[in-house]
Nanobody, 116 residues
Framework: QVQLEESGGGLAQAGGSLRLACTASMNRFADNPMAWYRQGPGKEREFVAAIFSGLNTHYVDSVQGRFTISRDNARKMVYLQMTNLKPEDTAVYYC??????????WGQGTQVTVSS
């Protein structure tokens, strides 16, 4: 059974930085593509960034160049370094396998709030 726990969210000013972390409990973690998703106020959950077993990465256009996803397979952790934060980045951030949909198990997420 997959279990995921996100941490590291908080309040930041526009232009600031935050680093999110995700602890994953799953078999064959190193073989699984992982991703960060987010759900802003009144919006549907959306894809943010993915990292594959070969360490290739993919980002949604709105965060390209500002966010960096990474993983530590030995610790079964995924990270999201967020820089130059914008108010529109305000959301609850989740990690999960990639791809994932609403039928999958999701953690509680971590809240990121960016003030202007």
């Amino acid at each position: 059974q997959v279990q995921l726990e996100e941490s590291g969210g908080g309040l930041a000013q526009a232009g600031g930085s935050l680093r999110l972390a995700c602890t994953a409990s799953m078999n064959r973690f190193a073989d699984n593509p992982m991703a960060w998703y987010r759900q802003g106020p009144g919006k549907e959950r959306e894809f943010v960034a993915a990292i594959f077993s070969g360490l290739n990465t993919h980002y949604v256009d709105s965060v390209q160049g500002r966010f960096t996803i990474s993983r530590d397979n030995a610790r079964k952790m995924v990270y999201l370094q967020m820089t130059n934060l914008k108010p529109e980045d305000t959301a609850v951030y989740y990690c999960n396998q990639f791809p994932a949909d609403e039928k999958d198990w999701w953690g509680q997420g971590t809240q990121v709030t960016v003030s202007s």
